[in-house]
């Protein structure tokens, strides 16, 4: 049975709880770009499917770039003058700027004010905020706590370690039947929140157990790494072998309520970019195709012009355009199993054409082949053609070796699915053959 | 005088009760793939225009098919239990399934039902109905009649022979100055269904009968064939000689209200694709462009992938999407003689385009040319020039040997007969000659 | 300081007021396509601008052209049976029709009116009207002053000489460091007519002066020429040297009230084509692109086929459209300083992205480079990243030295400065270097 069908026949609500419960349990840790939280989180998927681990240490240059120094953090706080902790890093790993260098003094409200951080807008939200390349340290608070402070000494309290360690990023390789592969890219190194990108991770993780489960025709390589940092390190360690990178996808924001967001792959009109875009026209719902810019998520890095990698990103909501959007807000209540689960549609859909979009040649490429012969066809005239036939019809006539199947299904109309049986019943009846060219297997190494 | 112009200069009330009076001629005759019907069609319309037919027996092999056995009707009839003929062949060939086998029995009520064809939609209609590759019987009626029938029996009696014999179709070969080809193709095979295809085969043969008449550049090729299997076999015997077909054309429910619509070939910019369109453009009246899909009439067989011909199609109202398509109720008054002679105008205002698309070399490149020294230009300035001028200035503008006038015409926005007027006048002012390239004529063999 | 930041720190007011002085300067002169009025008006160019002086005699085969008699006009009238001046050329010398043969007669009105002209539908406008290649001889007057003409005797007199001579254009040209020009093009023949174009001739000898005062990498050549006759006799003379024209602009019409029309070069996609659209996109106000057309001013001769200069048009009102075109209208109320210092602008940012449109290699091709560590990003994460950033990130991604700086501009929507400063900070980073291939210098010779 086909990947998606497999996965349509499946209870879509139980899908969707498993992939909140999993989110939900990766939430209270404190993840960050290198130490302790995103080994944690590695090792929690690690349980459901086989990884890799990688550490670089602190130090290594992957291209412009230098591996920093690993942080890790067991406690922080700001204490009244009576030694109230009136912020704890124990309620919100938000609220200490991650790669907060360590502090311990006690400082006036005056000194303290420029280690604080706000929304002004959402007095209530408490905002995420990171300094991984410059040296200091602060808190983040809500708006409104922070006017209510009264002047006075406050004690503050960062009990973080920046030190040479490692980076460390997880791979899932799943060999396919070619060594060509498909990417799929999630970044992990974000604390509490939950749409950025626990859902990501969560739909990630359940792609790859769905895979594990099956033969296919590509290799899948799914990676799990701290943002930019991260991606830049994989690519400068496996720089030979993004050549065999067929199509890729960043995965992001994959929980909220929002419509499906497409951002294209640098290349514009790469397979997954046409992939993405006829599973989204064919879906019910809202949907925005983008082109691509060089500002967002990984797929920076793939498409950045000395590897131009045919990935694209996946999102629902865009970052930035949500007024959740790296605050507290973005928290589990925010991302919602049926949206998850529909995300995890969305990913299976696309793996379904890149497994099944071959390229075919007629082998009765003059005139029509008279399927009526062959129990293909109505046997009565005068009543229109079915739907099946007519995909019939568009697969002869475009299966000159040039089209592919999902060129055939933006042509005519018609859905992939629909597209591709008709070509498995051609192919059973002796009237198309894999056109010279299609799926050269590369061999896995 | 040129072909259009001369068509223009007509009586068109005329020309159309011309058209449909041939259509009312052959209207009675029972037609079929095989048979006697189609050589009698074939034989009326080969009064009006010089053709040749063709005699292809049972059996012959037509790539992916074969010729069937030839199929022909005396007489058939449905008579109750008084012997009273409720159902008579005589009064319309449609209350036959179209190559049903020979019957004659006596059967009950329940025994005939799955042999009788109605349209519930349309209870007074009587549907048209062919099973030619599945042998079988049956009947057509009105469902209104069908459910006043009693329960008793009734005896059948289709008189009909399926047997060895031909298939036949006919051709008009008009040679042309160059060997290179039109093709203009209408399936002869439908029973008394008036705009399916009695008005394309009128329009084809007054179309052959204008150009017959004349002198032309390109020879032109009429088909009169049954649809499906007798295209099949035409582009069987004929594989060696299709690369001269340099535009075609299917004609086909030419006679209805509706507004015109083109369905392009396969190759989708073929120069009968940009005629056609840029006819329709200029043409007052509602019209569509259709992209290219393997279904419909036998553009199917020109445009499989291993010919790939540059033949479209021509209609008024598409079929299938109007209530009468395949009915009684296509009947000689749902033709309408002003119908059939615009859709004659818009193939001869093809003809006229294609025979004098030609692409020419502006002689004096550099700089326009003085053309008030010639009386070719206003001659006071201050007044604007009238689209006469305008037209010349577009030709010798992009008459750079890569532009054709029909490329002109769609670039400038100005219709093709302007355009082509002002290449003859700048031909004959020698600031124009036909570029190298253009027009190299095939040698009739 | 680029030339467009340059001119944006000037004083637009004194701009527009010092255009406007200009065009009243020359307002009163009688041009014509040769004699001492076009040559009195070059004469004033070249107290601003040093331009060479270029006289071509009476009879010089040009193209298929042949350079005219040469024109001049001392005076001319009609005077009534009182001898009273009714019409004076000394109070508009659009009251004579331009290259009249010189007469004195007295004639009666219905001998004189075939001589009249006048715009019916504007009664109190003089109409503007020339007869270079067709001996004849006319007055223009409004329709008002017509129609009270009463019968009797008239003297007309028309004291002009037509007579071997020469046709003089100007030619100023700026050296840059390379050879490849820019070529700007205005017609100097229209008498008293302010939009049609003194507001050309203004524009483009103010953009003489600014290039003058700065160096530039292009080389400049701006051509104040007769229209039609004096651009074909000028290709005709520099037919080797075209070849080095990258771009060019004829300019007229820019001093009228309506929005900017700009009119495509005939290779359509030209890089002045594609600058000029991205200004007026950027540019506040209304503007249209309009396809290149073979009607029109000196582009045609430009772009004709055998040239095919990327050369366009930039216009306000397009000719034609407006009332006041070639009618006593077009006066010097109808042009205003400040529309004229707006066209100017718009030449000067033109000038401005073909300065600097560049095309550059990125030399960190593989991931971002880290422009943290070069305090070229912002410092803490969870803000988002500025316009300036952004412009950065576009550069970097694109310079794969496949896209030029204007490409980007296009592709990211982002303004050519914004990108071209990008690219500037990104250069001194030592991120960015010229692609191979770009300006490579011709040397002027």
């Not at 694209?312 to 930035?320: E, F, I, Y």
Request: net charge negative; glycine share 8%; proline share 5%.
């Amino acid at each position: 049975m086909g990947i998606l069908k497999e996965f349509e026949s499946r209870d879509r609500e139980r899908i969707g709880e498993d992939l909140h419960r999993f989110a939900t349990e990766l939430y209270p840790i404190c993840r960050s770009i290198t130490g302790d939280g995103i080994r944690q989180t590695l090792e929690r998927i690690h349980r459901r499917i086989p990884i890799q681990f990688s550490d670089v240490p602190t130090g290594m240059e992957v291209f412009d770039w230098t591996v920093p120094k690993e942080w890790n953090i067991s406690d922080a706080y700001i204490k009244d003058s009576n030694g109230t902790r009136i912020l704890d890093f124990q309620c919100s790993n938000l609220h200490v700027v991650n790669y907060s260098i360590p502090v311990h003094a006690t400082i006036s409200l005056a000194e303290l004010k420029p280690h604080l951080f706000t929304i002004p807008e959402r007095p209530d939200w408490i905002p995420y905020r990171t300094s991984y390349y410059k040296e200091t340290w602060g808190f983040c608070m809500s708006h409104n706590q922070m006017l209510a402070l009264q002047d006075g000494d406050y004690e503050v309290c960062i009990d973080s370690r920046l030190a040479d360690g490692n980076l460390t990023y997880a791979e899932c390789y799943l060999p396919g039947v070619s060594a060509d592969e498909v990417l799929i890219s999630t970044h992990a190194c974000h604390p509490s929140l939950a749409n950025d990108n626990l859902s990501g991770l969560a739909v990630a993780t359940a792609l790859a157990e769905i895979l594990a489960e099956r033969e296919h025709h590509y290799s899948y390589r799914f990676l799990f790494l701290p943002g930019t940092i991260g991606a830049i390190t994989w690519l400068s360690r496996n720089r030979d072998m993004v050549g065999r990178i067929r199509n890729g996808l960043v995965l992001t924001g994959l929980g909220d309520a929002g419509g499906f967001h497409y951002k294209k792959s640098r290349q514009g009109n790469a397979e997954v970019d046409k992939a993405m875009a006829h599973i989204l026209r064919q879906q019910n719902g809202p949907f925005d195709i983008l082109e691509f810019s060089p500002y967002g998520y990984d797929e920076r890095q793939y498409c950045s012009p000395g590897f131009n990698l045919p990935v694209g990103c996946l999102m629902r909501s865009v970052w930035g355009t949500f007024p959740e959007y790296h605050t507290s807000a973005d928290n589990l209540d925010f991302i919602r199993p049926a949206q998850l689960a529909a995300s995890l549609r969305t990913c299976v859909a696309l793996i379904d054409v890149l497994e099944n979009n071959r390229t075919y040649q007629n082998l009765n490429p003059f005139c029509e082949p008279q399927l009526g012969k062959r129990n293909l066809y109505r046997s009565g005239g005068g009543v229109a053609i079915g739907p099946e036939i007519n995909a019939r019809l568009w697969v002869l006539n475009c299966s000159d070796g040039k089209h592919s199947l999902l060129d055939i299904a933006e042509l005519s109309g018609i859905s992939f699915s629909s597209i591709s049986a008709a070509a498995d019943i051609l192919c059973e009846s002796g009237l198309l053959v894999a056109a010279a060219g299609d799926r050269v297997v590369t061999k896995a190494s």
